[in-house]
C-alpha cells in the first residue's frame, strides 16, 4: 500500500449542530515521505431532490431532474505544498458550522425523493505522475433541539370496518372494533411514538397488527410539485389472535437518517404522515383492515 | 578351596534398643522449627510487610514467619485483599441497606437459594420431547422481495452487502423440513455454532440474522408438545449473543490507560462503545415482527447499562407491556419467563415489572380457553391435560422469580388472585412448585381443598398432588395436620387407574411418610403401590420410581431391623425383577447399611435379608462384568462382612463364614476378606483363652486353619495366595497348629515357582519381582521363629525355599537375587543369637520357655514388610508341643554356614 489519506471526526456519532464546532484531523500515513501540491479539505451540504416517476411521468422525471441546492460549500488549503514524512501524519482541523446569508442547514435526511447530505471532502494534489487522493467522509447534522417545551397533542382513535377508507366490499369484512389513543400527533424525533390499542371486539381471529411509518415527500419544480407517500418502517405489534380489551402499547422508534422533522421549504417539503395500523385477519388472503 | 570360617556378631538387643532409642527434646510453643507451617501473614497495613520484608533475616525466629511470596508483593496479599473488599459488600448486602449499594453487587442479591435456570434447562429440555417431525423455517434471504419498500430507503451499498450474505446464506439455510426431535437439535447448534463463528469473523449483520431468524421460530407452536424444549434451545442462542454483544461494548470501553470496572457508571463510558450500543438497540427496534424484536431486545437487555443508569429499570416495564400483543398464550407465557429470566439475572431488584408480568399473566389467562387455543388444539390432536402442563416449566419460572425472598403479604394476594380465577389448577401447580415449602406446607389443608375442587377435565390432579408432595418432603406441615393430609392426599392418589401417573405421585408420598409416620403407616402405602403396580406388570416401565421409593425409605429407615420389619419392604423388592435394576437397588441397601450400621449384628432378620441382597449383587457378576463393578460389589459385600458378629458364639461365626464362602465365590475380594476374618475369629479364640486352648478351642482353631486352607488355592492372584499362606501360617503357628502351619509355609513355598515374571496390576503388566522380594524378606522374617519339623532335619523349610530361589530365574540385570540372599543371612545372623528379639510368646504361665524358642532383630531390608504382616505374632503362645523340638540334634550335612547357626542359635538350651 501507498499513501492512505483519512478523516477522523472527533464525534463518534458524528453529529453536529448548527453553529458548532467541528472538529478532527485529517490523517496521512504511508511509508515513503510523500510529495504533494497541496491538502485540500472541502465541506458539502446538499439537497438532492428527485422526481418520481410515477407523479410527473418518466420522461419527465428523467429530464426534470432538479438541480441540487447547495447550502453550504467552502475549501480551504490545508497544507501549502510540500512534503509529508514517512509515517503517520495528523493534521488537525476546526470550523464552526455557519451557513452564509439566508440559507439555513437542515437537518441530514436520507429520503426516497429527497436526499439532504453533508460531506467532508479531502484532496490531496499530486504531481502529475501521482493520481491525487481523495477522501470523502459524511457527518451529519440536526436541528437544534427545539425550544419550550411541546404540549402532547394526543389523538384516540376508533377503528371499525366502517371507518376504512378504500374497501371494495364493505359487506366482506368481519366485525371488529379497535380503540386506541396516540399520546402525540407532534412528536419529537429524538423520542419514541407511543400510544395504546385495544381490541375490543373482533369477528375473525387476528394474525397480526401492525404499525407502518409513512412520510410524505414533496418536490416542487417548474411544473408544479410531486407529492409522494413511502413506507419508512413497518413494525408489528401484535402476533397472532391477541387478548381481548387488554391494552397493547403502540411504540416505535423513529430510524434516525431516515426520518427527520417536518420540514417546508420553498422547493420541496418532507412530512410524515401519521402512522397506520394495521389488522390482518385470520382468514388467508382475508381483506385488508387498514386505517 | 580354603573356607573362611564365618561367624555371626554377637548382638546385645536390649542394649542397641536403648541406644537407638532417640532422645525426646520439648519444644515451646513459637520455636522454630523447620517444619512448622510457613503462616501467610495476613499484612493489613503496608507498613507490616515491609518491616516483615527487609528484616528477613531475623524473622525465621518470629512467630509471624514471612512468606517469601507475599515479601515480593509491595502491599497487602491480594487474597487478603479481596477478602477485605468483599467484606463490606456482604455486610451491605445483608443489612439490605439502601438500593444503590445492591445494584452494585447484584450478583449477592441472588442468593444460591434462589435455583438457576440451568438446572431447569435440562429437566425441561429431558421432559418435554416429540416424535413428531419438526421443521426449522429459516427465511435468510427470502424477505428480499417482501422487504423490498424497506430496504429502499437504505443505502445501495448496504443493500448490496445485504444481498450478498443473503446469498451467502440462501444455498445453506432453507426450510427444513422432516426433522426428527435429536435432527433439531442438532440444527439449533449448529445454528449457535454459526452465530459465534459469524461473530467472530466480525459478520455482525449476519449474526444478528441468525438471532432474529432463530427468535422467530418461537413464534411458530407447531408440534406444541416440543415447544418449552425449543424454548430452551432458542433461548441458549439468545443468551449466547446477548454476551457477544455485551462483551464487544465492555471492550470497546477498555482503552489503553483504564479497564472499566466491572460495577462501572455510563459515565465512564466513552462515546464510541456508546454510540455502538446505541445503534445495536436502533437496529433492533427496527425488526420489523414483534416476537424477534422482543427477544432479542432481551437478550441484550444488560447492555443498557452503557448508556443510562435507568436505561434498564425504564426497558423492563416497556418490554413487559410488549409482550402483550403477543396473541397465543403460550408463546406470549414463554416471554414472560424469558423476561423475568433476564430480568433476574440483570437487575434482581427490579421486583415491580416481575409483578406486572404475572398480572399481566393472569389477565391473559381466560384465552387459554379461548376458541383459537382450542381450534389449535384439535388441529394438532394434543389434549387439554397435556397442553396445560405445557405451561408448568414457564409459570414455575416467573412464579420463582416473584416469591423469591418476597414478602408473605405477596404472595397471600397472588395466592388470593390465582383462586378467584376459574380453572387455577395450573396456576396452583405453579404456586405449589415455586413458593416457598413453607409456606405451603403451613396451608396444606387449604391446598388439599382446592385441588379437590379443581375441574377434572383440565390440569390432571396427580401433578398437583404430586407438587404438594415435593412440598411436604420439604418443610413440615402444622403437627396436628399430618395425618389428615395422608389420608386425604392417599384417598386421591389411591384412586389412580394409570399406574405411570400413580407411581409419580406415590414416589413422592413416600418420602413424607416416611418423615413423619411410623413403620405401620410405610408398610401400608408400599403395600398399596405393590398392588397397583403388580396388575400387567406395570411395575417394569418404572423402575427409575420404584427405585427414588426405595431410597427414600432406607434414607429414613436407619435401624435395619425396624425396616426389614417393615412387612411389605421386601415383598416391594420382588418387584424388581429386571437384574440390572435389582443390583442397583440392592447395592443403594447395602451402601445405607455400610454406612448407618454402627454395632455388628447378629439379627437373624437382618443377616437372612441382607445375605439375600447380597447374594443378588453377586449372582450378577458374570464373565462380562467390569472390574469396577466387581470392586463395588466386593467392597459392599465385605462390609456386610465385617459387620456380622455373632459375639461368643464362635462356631456360629464360622459357620456363617462357611455359608457365605459358599455364597460369594465368584468374587475373590470376598474370599480374601473371608480368610482374614476367619484368622481374625482364630486369634480371637486365642485371646478369650489367654492363650491356652481348650480341647474343644483347639479343634475349633483347627477347624478355622483348615477352612483358610481349603479357601486359598481357590484365590486366582497369585501374590494374594501366598500372602495369605503366609498370615495363615502365622496364624496357626499362634494357635499351635505346628503341622498346620508347616503345611501353609510349604505350600508357599510351593507356589514361589509359579510366580510369573510380569503380573497385571490395574490393568497394566508390571514385573513381579519386587512384590516377590517383598513377600520372601516378610516369608524370612517369619522363618525364624518357625521351629523345625521332628522329620525333616534342621531348617528344613529354610533349605527348600533357597533351593526354590536358586532355581527361580531372575531378571538378568536386577539385584534381587543378592538382597534376598542378604536377607537370609540377616535370618541366619538372627538365628544364631542367643536371644531372639522376637518370638511366638507362651502364655503368661510359662514364659521361662520364652528364651531359646523364638527371639527377633530386624535387621534392614524387610522390617516394614514384617511389621504389618505380623501382628498376630505378638500374643503370648500356650506351651505345647514344641517339646518335640528338643533333643532334635543334627549337626553335620550341609554348609559351614548352616551348621554354626543351628548350633549356636537354635538348640543351645536343649542341651
Known amino acids: 500500500m501507498g499513501t492512505s489519506l483519512d478523516i477522523k471526526i472527533k464525534r463518534a456519532n458524528k453529529v453536529y449542530h448548527a453553529g458548532e464546532m467541528l472538529s478532527g484531523v485529517v490523517v496521512v500515513s504511508g511509508k515513503d515521505p510523500v510529495q504533494h501540491q497541496g491538502l485540500f479539505l472541502t465541506v458539502e451540504g446538499t439537497v438532492n431532490l428527485q422526481l418520481s416517476a410515477k407523479s410527473v411521468g418518466v420522461f419527465e422525471a428523467f429530464y426534470n431532474s432538479v438541480k441540487p441546492i447547495q447550502i453550504i460549500n467552502s475549501t480551504i488549503e490545508m497544507v501549502k505544498p510540500g512534503k509529508f514524512p514517512p509515517g503517520k501524519t495528523e493534521i488537525p482541523f476546526e470550523f464552526p458550522l455557519h451557513v452564509k446569508g439566508n440559507k439555513v442547514l437542515y437537518e441530514t435526511y436520507h429520503g426516497v425523493f429527497v436526499n439532504i447530505q453533508y460531506t467532508l471532502r479531502c484532496d490531496m494534489k499530486r504531481s502529475l505522475l501521482a493520481k491525487d487522493l481523495t477522501k470523502t467522509c459524511e457527518f451529519i447534522v440536526h436541528s437544534a433541539p427545539q425550544k419550550g417545551k411541546l404540549t402532547p397533542s394526543p389523538v384516540d382513535f376508533t377503528i371499525t370496518p366502517e371507518t376504512l377508507q378504500n374497501v371494495k366490499e364493505r359487506a366482506l369484512l368481519p366485525k371488529f372494533l379497535i380503540r386506541g389513543h396516540l399520546n402525540s400527533t407532534n412528536c419529537v424525533i429524538t423520542q419514541p411514538l407511543t400510544g395504546e390499542l385495544v381490541v375490543e371486539s373482533s369477528e375473525a381471529a387476528i394474525r397480526s397488527i401492525e404499525l407502518q411509518l409513512v412520510r410524505v415527500e414533496t418536490c416542487g419544480c417548474a411544473e408544479g410539485y410531486a407529492r409522494d407517500a413511502t413506507e419508512i418502517q413497518n413494525i408489528q405489534i401484535a402476533d397472532g389472535d391477541v387478548c381481548r380489551s387488554l391494552s397493547v402499547p403502540i411504540y416505535m422508534v423513529f430510524p434516525r437518517l431516515f426520518t427527520c422533522p417536518t420540514l417546508e421549504t420553498t422547493n420541496f417539503k418532507v412530512g410524515k404522515a401519521r402512522p397506520q395500523e394495521d389488522t390482518e385477519a385470520a382468514l388467508h388472503g382475508g381483506p385488508e383492515a387498514r386505517n | ?911
Not at chain 2, 542397641?16 to 493489613?44: M, N, Q, W
Not at chain 2, 382450542?374 to 416469591?403: R, T
Not at chain 2, 474343644?696 to 483347627?702: E, S
Request: charged share 25%.
Open chain 2, 1 to 911: 578351596m580354603a573356607v573362611f570360617p564365618w561367624h555371626s556378631r554377637h548382638r546385645n538387643y536390649k542394649a542397641e534398643f536403648a541406644s537407638c532409642r532417640l532422645e525426646a527434646v520439648p519444644l515451646e510453643f513459637g520455636d522454630y522449627h523447620p517444619l512448622k507451617p510457613i503462616t501467610v501473614t495476613e499484612s493489613k497495613t503496608k507498613k507490616v510487610s515491609r518491616k516483615g520484608s527487609t528484616s528477613s533475616t531475623s524473622s525465621s525466629s518470629s512467630s509471624s514467619v514471612v512468606d517469601p511470596l507475599s515479601s515480593v508483593l509491595d502491599g497487602t496479599d491480594p487474597l487478603s485483599m479481596f477478602a477485605a473488599t468483599a467484606d463490606p459488600a456482604a455486610t451491605a448486602a445483608a443489612t439490605d441497606s439502601s438500593r444503590k449499594k445492591r445494584e452494585r453487587e447484584d450478583n449477592s442479591i441472588i442468593g444460591s437459594d434462589f435455583e438457576p435456570w440451568a438446572s431447569k434447562r435440562g429437566e425441561i429440555l429431558a421432559r418435554y420431547t416429540t416424535t413428531e417431525k419438526l421443521s426449522i423455517n429459516l427465511f435468510m434471504g427470502s424477505e428480499k422481495g417482501k422487504a423490498g419498500t424497506a430496504t429502499s430507503a437504505m443505502s445501495e451499498k448496504v443493500r448490496t452487502r445485504l444481498e450478498e450474505l443473503d446469498d451467502f446464506e440462501e444455498g445453506s439455510q432453507k426450510e427444513l423440513l422432516n426433522l426428527t426431535q435429536q435432527d433439531y437439535v442438532n440444527r439449533i447448534e449448529e445454528l449457535n455454532q454459526s452465530l459465534k463463528d459469524a461473530w467472530a469473523s466480525d459478520q455482525k449483520v449476519k449474526a444478528l440474522k441468525i438471532v432474529i431468524q432463530c427468535s422467530k421460530l418461537l413464534s411458530d407452536t407447531s408440534v406444541i408438545q416440543f415447544y418449552p424444549s425449543k424454548f430452551v434451545l432458542i433461548t441458549d442462542i439468545l443468551d449466547t449473543f446477548g454476551k457477544l454483544v455485551y462483551e464487544r461494548i465492555f471492550s470497546m470501553c477498555v482503552d489503553n490507560r483504564s479497564v472499566l470496572p466491572d460495577h462501572f457508571s455510563p459515565e465512564n463510558v466513552n462515546d464510541t462503545a456508546k454510540e455502538t450500543c446505541l445503534n445495536w438497540f436502533f437496529k433492533i427496534a427496527s425488526i420489523r415482527e414483534l416476537i424477534p424484536r422482543f427477544y432479542v431486545e432481551a437478550s441484550i437487555l444488560k447492555c443498557n447499562k452503557f448508556l443510562s443508569k435507568t436505561g434498564i429499570s425504564e426497558c423492563l416495564p416497556r418490554l413487559t407491556c410488549m409482550i402483550r400483543g403477543i396473541g397465543d398464550p403460550l408463546v406470549s407465557v414463554y416471554a414472560r419467563a424469558y423476561l423475568c429470566r433476564v430480568g433476574m439475572e440483570v437487575a434482581p431488584h427490579l421486583k415491580e415489572s416481575l409483578n406486572k408480568n404475572f398480572f399481566d399473566f393472569l389477565l391473559t389467562f381466560k384465552q387459554i380457553h379461548g376458541d383459537t387455543v382450542q381450534n389449535q388444539l384439535v388441529v394438532q390432536g394434543v389434549e387439554l391435560p397435556s397442553y396445560l402442563p405445557l405451561y408448568s416449566p414457564a409459570m414455575d419460572w416467573i412464579f420463582q422469580c416473584i416469591s423469591y425472598h418476597a414478602p408473605e403479604t405477596l404472595l397471600t394476594e397472588m395466592m388470593e388472585r390465582c383462586k378467584k380465577l376459574g380453572n387455577n389448577a395450573l396456576l396452583l401447580n405453579s404456586v405449589m412448585s415455586a413458593f416457598r415449602a413453607e409456606f405451603i406446607a403451613t396451608r396444606s389443608m387449604d391446598f388439599i381443598g382446592m385441588i379437590k375442587e379443581c375441574d377434572e377435565s383440565g390440569f390432571p390432579k396427580h401433578l398437583l398432588f404430586r407438587s404438594l408432595g415435593l412440598n411436604l418432603a420439604l418443610a413440615d406441615p402444622p403437627e396436628s395436620d399430618r395425618l389428615q393430609i395422608l389420608n386425604e392426599a392417599w384417598k386421591v392418589i389411591t384412586k389412580l387407574k394409570n399406574p405411570q401417573d400413580y407411581v409419580n405421585c406415590a414416589e413422592v408420598w413416600v418420602e413424607y411418610t416416611c418423615k413423619h409416620f411410623t413403620k405401620r403407616e410405610v408398610s401400608t402405602v408400599l403395600a398399596d403401590v405393590i398392588k397397583h403396580m403388580t396388575p400387567d406388570r406395570a411395575f417394569e416401565d418404572s423402575y427409575p420410581q420404584l427405585q427414588s421409593i426405595i431410597k427414600k425409605v432406607i434414607a429414613h429407615f436407619h435401624d435395619f431391623s425396624v425396616l426389614f420389619s417393615v412387612e411389605k419392604f421386601l415383598p416391594f423388592l420382588d418387584m424388581f425383577q429386571k437384574e440390572s435394576v435389582r443390583v442397583e437397588v440392592c447395592k443403594c441397601i447395602m451402601e445405607v447399611f455400610i454406612k448407618h450400621q454402627q454395632e455388628p449384628t447378629k439379627d437373624p432378620v437382618i443377616l437372612n435379608a441382607l445375605l439375600h441382597v447380597c447374594k443378588t449383587m453377586h449372582d450378577s457378576v458374570n464373565a462380562l462384568t467390569l472390574e469396577d463393578e466387581k470392586r463395588m460389589l466386593a467392597y459392599l459385600i465385605n462390609g456386610f462382612i465385617k459387620m456380622v458378629s455373632f459375639g461368643r458364639d464362635f462356631e456360629q461365626q464360622l459357620s456363617f463364614y462357611v455359608e457365605a464362602r459358599s455364597m460369594f465365590c465368584n468374587l475373590e475380594p470376598v474370599l480374601v476378606q473371608l480368610i482374614h476374618s476367619v484368622n481374625r475369629l482364630a486369634m480371637e479364640t486365642r485371646k478369650v483363652m489367654k492363650g491356652n486352648h481348650s480341647r474343644k478351642t483347639a479343634a475349633f482353631v483347627r477347624a478355622c486353619v483348615a477352612y483358610c486352607f481349603i479357601t486359598i488355592p481357590s484365590l486366582v492372584g497369585i501374590f494374594a495366595r501366598l500372602n495369605l499362606y503366609l498370615h495363615s501360617g502365622q496364624v496357626a503357628l499362634a494357635n499351635q497348629c505346628l503341622s498346620q502351619a508347616d503345611a501353609f509355609f510349604k505350600a508357599a513355598i510351593s507356589l514361589i515357582p509359579e510366580v510369573p515374571k510380569m503380573i497385571n496390576i490395574d490393568g497394566k503388566m508390571r514385573p513381579s519381582e519386587s512384590f516377590l522380594l517383598e513377600f520372601l524378606c516378610n516369608f524370612f522374617s517369619t522363618l525364624l521363629i518357625v521351629p523345625d519339623h521332628p522329620e525333616h532335619g534342621v531348617l528344613s523349610l529354610v533349605r527348600e525355599l533357597l533351593g526354590v530361589i536358586q532355581d527361580y530365574t531372575w531378571e538378568d540385570n536386577s539385584d534381587d537375587k543378592v538382597r534376598i540372599y542378604t536377607c537370609v543371612l540377616h535370618l541366619l545372623s538372627a538365628m544364631s543369637q542367643e536371644t531372639y528379639l522376637y518370638h511366638v510368646d507362651k502364655g503368661p504361665e510359662a514364659p521361662e520357655l520364652v528364651g531359646p524358642f523364638l527371639l527377633q532383630q530386624h535387621p534392614g531390608p524387610w522390617g516394614p514388610a514384617q511389621q504389618q504382616a505380623q501382628p498376630a505374632l505378638r500374643q503370648p503362645v500356650a506351651p505345647g508341643p514344641e517339646a518335640r523340638l528338643c533333643g532334635h540334634q543334627d549337626h553335620g550335612e550341609d554348609s559351614g554356614i548352616h551348621q554354626e547357626a543351628k548350633q549356636t542359635a537354635r538348640y543351645g538350651s536343649s542341651d
